[in-house]
């Protein structure tokens, strides 16, 4: 894998050019200049002689991918960026690696965009602290009285958002209506949205009461009509998360859950919950699949992935277009990923932030 700066000539990809969201994809180019921005696109770019071009007749170019749902504590930025993911947003870490991964601005060269969230919020000892979490990437909230200074705390260290657990499995404490409420209230005071872990009717129902702004990820337990219809008059977004469910076994569910709230209008983001059994860092054709699967169709899906999940709160602008004058996040691929979205796996380049990876 090579990882370089964009010359200061600039650099240029030519394809079938997908600039994102409804458009149409066209034959032509996309010039990336010095700073890293689109300095040009369409299709009929007149590139200078002598400029470097990558891809060509059956190539496409579009808008990198983002995940609004990884661990990085189990796959690095770094490797998301050589797969084709442009931006990541952590939902739960200890803060030290969470300010540590987190970039205001540029990243590090060869490293996607990060958002965080910090330690996942819970109730004393409740998930993820007596699992994959013990050591720092939970963070206790006994009671309602403490949620300002918790809220105050987090927001202090810089996050973009909180994340809260509402997860009862093998008996384990959550959050009280009132905390959750008051830790909604507290965040929001600082400017923090809040997105949810909550995978069951009682605990969708209880974050929803808190106003909560996004799940975190598609619920597993089926979700009643009244519920479906009360998330989307709410304008909560939910994160897909749909592949992971699938390697443990309750994937139906998910994605009857995903299909229904698609239907009911509810913004479905790309997220693939990075970390869990059977994911790895990149983009995920079998999360695009199942996406596409629950009505969006590949174009839909291929939609949520970019400009959808790029809306995911806490990702920075920038990312999920290709827009002339914008920072290019961009990547190039061997064929359509339409039509097949295995292509994902093996980018023949990455543009972002004024930095070009290579296979």
């Not at 969201?21 to 010039?31: E, K, R």
């Not at 993911?85 to 540590?100: I, S, Y």
């Not at 709410?234 to 229904?260: I, K």
């Not at 199942?290 to 949520?304: F, V, W």
């Amino acid at each position: 894998m090579q990882v370089e700066q964009v010359e200061p000539r600039g650099v240029a990809f030519r394809g079938a050019v997908w600039e994102g969201g409804t458009t149409t994809p066209y034959d032509g180019a996309v010039v990336v200049d010095g700073r890293g921005r689109i300095a040009a696109l369409g299709a009929a770019v007149d590139l200078p002689e002598g400029l470097r071009v990558f891809g060509g007749a059956g190539c496409w170019v579009g808008p990198g991918l983002v995940d609004a749902h990884v661990h990085l504590a189990f796959g690095g930025a770094e490797l998301a960026l050589r797969g084709g993911v442009v931006a990541v947003r952590d939902l739960g870490a200890p803060l030290e690696l969470a300010r540590r991964w987190r970039t205001d601005g540029r990243p590090p060269v060869g490293s996607a965009r990060v958002a965080t969230a910090g330690p996942v919020v819970t109730a004393p000892g409740g998930y993820p602290s007596r699992s994959w979490g013990a050591d720092g990437f939970a963070m206790f909230l006994d009671g309602a009285d403490g949620a300002p200074a918790l809220a105050a705390h987090l927001a202090a260290a810089g996050v973009d958002l909180v994340k809260v657990a509402l997860e009862p499995a093998g008996g384990a404490p959550v959050p009280a209506p009132a905390t959750v409420r008051a830790l909604v209230d507290a965040a929001h005071e600082h400017g923090l949205p809040v997105t949810a872990h909550a995978l069951t009717v009682a605990m969708v129902r209880r974050a929803l009461d808190a106003g909560v702004d996004e799940l975190a990820h598609t619920p597993v337990e089926r979700l009643p009509e009244d519920l479906v219809d009360r998330i989307a008059a709410a304008r909560v977004a939910v994160v897909s998360t749909l592949q992971c469910f699938f390697s443990g076994g309750e994937g139906g569910a998910a994605a009857a859950n995903a299909a229904a709230l698609h239907r009911a209008g509810v913004p479905l983001r790309y997220g693939t919950d990075l970390g869990n059994a059977g994911t790895r860092p990149g983009a995920d054709p079998r999360e695009l699949d199942r996406l596409a699967d629950t009505g969006l169709g590949r174009l839909g899906a291929l939609r949520a992935a970019t400009e959808g999940a790029a809306r995911a709160y806490g990702i920075r602008a920038g990312t999920g277009r290709l827009t002339l004058g914008e920072p290019a996040a961009l990547v190039l691929l061997g064929g359509d990923p339409l039509l097949e979205p295995v292509l994902w796996r093996a980018p023949m380049a990455v543009c972002s932030d004024g930095v070009l990876v290579l296979p």
